[in-house]
């Protein structure tokens, strides 16, 4: 299984970018799918993720201005960022857990990261 992220950037403050997330590979299902995101000297935070059902959950220094959405056909999750700010800087990484047997254990795959930075 293989995550390929893309969208990331240079934009400045207040604008907006786009990121996807496409998984291929063989496997069964796809269950909660998510973004993280890591800036320089920090530890990687979560930003929002999505169920397979597609309710979201958002991290709180994003909600109202990030939305998170889904296609379980093409296996791709997205990421709609507006309002972007310099704190905002940093890798982000998608998320998947994984099965690939029914009823099977989940399992936790990454994406390479795609770098997003907010100039002032």
């Known amino acids: 299984v293989q995550l390929q992220a893309s969208g990331g950037g240079l934009v400045q403050t207040g604008g907006s970018l786009r990121l996807s997330c496409a998984a291929t590979?063989?496997?069964?299902?796809?269950?909660?799918m998510g973004w993280y995101r890591q800036a320089p000297g920090k530890q990687r935070e979560l930003v929002a993720h999505?169920?397979?059902?597609?309710?979201?959950n958002y991290a709180d220094f994003v909600k109202g201005r990030f939305t998170t959405s889904r296609d379980n056909v093409k296996n791709t999750v997205y990421l709609q960022m507006n309002s972007l700010n310099p704190e905002d800087t940093a890798v982000y990484y998608c998320?998947?857990?994984?099965?690939?047997?029914?009823?099977?254990?989940?399992?936790?795959?990454w994406g390479q990261g795609t770098l997003v930075t907010v100039s002032s």
């Open positions: 590979g063989s496997f069964t299902s796809i269950n909660n």
């Open positions: 998320n998947a857990r994984i099965q690939h047997a029914w009823s099977g254990p989940q399992y936790n795959y």
């Open positions: 999505t169920t397979s059902g597609g309710s979201a």
